[in-house]
Each structure stands twice: as structure tokens, then as C-alpha cells.
């Protein structure tokens, strides 16, 4: 059982996918199931994560010479995520959003008892860091090839109040030790002046119009001077979306810590329709009528039936 939240394309199509945050529960099977976990971690991996099929390369070798880890839990649960690279990497190193192999153990701070590891199940695994709870997508980042990495990550960046699993406690800190065998693929392109320029103006504060209309309506908030997105492009984005019937957050990537990589063809149509043409540093406002969001069956208790939605988009990146 990998780190996973349920980002995987199919629950993108029916339920916006990275665009509501309910889905970020463990990604450990299909559609509506939670999957199990135990401590032998022997179940699927889950959509989006397969079982490695990496050859016996060097650095593989090496990181089996020194084997499994023995994961050692902090008394006091995390309040922030904690990065400590036990073994310093040779290799490569990871960015945002890549997909990558890797060995791991986890265990719980508050038993102290693993529930999952990759080795009991003798292979490492591969995953994108955007299919990944927080803490795994913000914590390997910048980790070389060949190194192991130990992650303490509060709840909030795991899987607070909802565990994929009854060996992990609600809101409990997990702890990671990761050893990196390899980076199958780079993350995605992000323009890193554009990526600042958003960070420097903070996240939005969404505005509900009075008057809500009844086609897509766009506002370009900010223009952007970069690339401009084609239909059906991959984009990195961070934003942040409200029903306009409370005006209330019902995800946003800001809380995340992170922005969300995806394609524009597996979204709600208000976005594959509403981003085209905007361009890489901008903000751009999407006021999506409710046949172009999730119509009578949103996938979520925080967004009506036949909701208009709201959501303020800044674009990083195309690619």
C-alpha cells in the first residue's frame, strides 16, 4: 500500500479528480474503495502505483547490500514535515512531480508498528509524486538517486482523520524511510519565474459573482506572458475552488502545499474549455455553470447538486 491519494485519470473524468480534496485518501484500489492495509503491505499498490520491474542495476544493488531499514519514530508527533537523508545520493535528483522507483518502510509515530514497507513484498515500487499523499510529493523532492531519506510527516500531510487503514490512527504522523533506486520520468515543466510570481502574490481570495451566469465565464485576472495552453494540454496549476451557493473552499491546492499537474482532457469541461488560451504566469477565474462541472452528482458533501463552481487558477507550467 503506497502513499497514494485517489488522483488516477478515471476519477479525474467523474469527480475533477485533484480538483476535489476528498480524494486524497490512499489510492488503493478502484473507484469508491478504500482498499486494505496490513503490516505485511502485501495488497495492490493502487491505481496510478505499479510493482517495479527495474533491473538489477548498481544502484539497486547497493541499496539491497544495505537492506531494509529500521525505522526509527520521534516521541512527539511531527507538527511540521521533518526531511533527513540518512545516506547521501550519487545519482540524480528528484523534482517536483517526477515518477520514481524506490524501497520504503512505514511506520506508525503512535504505535510505533509498521504497516506497509516494499520490502516484505521483495521489489521496490514506482509512482508519480502527484499521485502520492503531501508529505511523499513535498519530501522527495530534491532527494539523489542512490540515497535513502527518512520523511516524519504530521497527519495534515498524511492522511488525517480519514486512513486508508485501521493499522494507521487518524491524524497520526507517519514515518518514512526511503531509499531512491531510480527516476523513470522528470516531473513536469514548470517555469520557475512564473512559479515564484505566483508565490509572491499568495493565494487568491475567490470572489462569487451576484449574478451567476449561465455559460462558462472566464477572467483573466492576471495575463500571463508565457506559453499559452492549447486544448488538451498537460498543465501545472495551483488553484483554489468554492460553490457559489456558500462561497466556502471545497479544495484548493494552497492547503496542499503544492501545485497539481494533470491533462485538460481529464477534467470537469469547465476546465478543458475554460483554461485554453491562458498563458503560463497568469491567474485566470473560472465561473463553471453546473453542466460543465459535476451537474446532479458532485462527489462531494461540500458541493451541491447542480452547483455553480468557482475556481481562481494560476498557471506554472504546460508540459
Known amino acids: ?124 515500487s514506482a509512482f508519480s509524486l502527484n499521485e502520492v499523499i503531501p508529505g511523499w510529493g513535498q519530501g522527495l523532492v530534491g532527494m539523489k538517486v542512490g540515497g535513502r531519506r527518512r520523511l516524519v510527516i504530521p497527519g495534515d500531510l498524511a492522511y488525517g482523520d480519514m486512513p486508508p487503514s485501521p493499522d ?25 519565474k512564473a512559479q515564484a510570481a505566483v508565490e509572491k502574490r499568495g493565494e487568491p481570495t475567490v470572489t462569487v459573482p451576484k449574478e451567476l451566469p449561465v455559460e462558462l465565464m472566464v477572467t483573466d485576472d492576471v495575463v500571463g506572458t508565457g506559453d499559452e495552453v492549447k486544448a488538451g494540454d498537460k498543465v501545472t496549476v495551483a488553484y483554489v475552488g468554492v460553490g457559489a451557493s456558500t462561497g466556502k473552499p471545497f479544495d484548493s491546492s494552497w492547503v496542499r502545499g503544492a501545485p497539481v499537474t494533470f491533462t485538460l482532457n481529464e477534467v470537469i469541461p469547465g476546465w478543458g474549455q475554460g483554461l485554453v488560451g491562458m498563458k503560463v504566469g497568469g491567474r485566470r477565474t473560472l465561473v463553471i455553470p453546473p453542466e460543465l462541472a459535476y451537474g446532479d452528482t458532485p462527489p462531494s458533501d461540500d458541493i451541491k447538486p447542480g452547483e455553480t463552481l468557482v475556481f481562481v487558477v494560476d498557471l506554472v507550467g504546460i508540459g
Open 1 to 124: 500500500m503506497l502513499p497514494l491519494r485517489l488522483t488516477s485519470s478515471r476519477r479525474v473524468r467523474v469527480a475533477g479528480a485533484a480538483l476535489v480534496s476528498i480524494v486524497m485518501l490512499a489510492g488503493c484500489a478502484n473507484d469508491g474503495d478504500t482498499g486494505t492495509a496490513g503490516g505485511s503491505g502485501n495488497d495492490a499498490a493502487g491505481e496510478g502505483a505499479t510493482t517495479s520491474t527495474v533491473a538489477k542495476d548498481p544502484v539497486l544493488l547497493e541499496i539491497e547490500k544495505r537492506g531494509a531499514p529500521k525505522v526509527e519514530v520521534p516521541d512527539q508527533p511531527a507538527t511540521k514535515l521533518e526531511v533527513t537523508d540518512l545516506v547521501e545520493g550519487t545519482g540524480d535528483e528528484v523534482g517536483a512531480g517526477a515518477t520514481i522507483t524506490a524501497h520504503y518502510t512505514g511506520v506508525g509515530q503512535a504505535s510505533g508498528k509498521q504497516f506497509d514497507s516494499s520490502w516484505d513484498r521483495g521489489e521496490p
Open 168 to 192: 494507521i490512527k487518524a491524524g497520526e504522523t507517519l514515518v518514512f524511510d526511503v531509499d531512491l533506486v531510480g527516476i523513470d520520468e522528470a516531473g513536469p515543466k514548470v517555469d520557475q
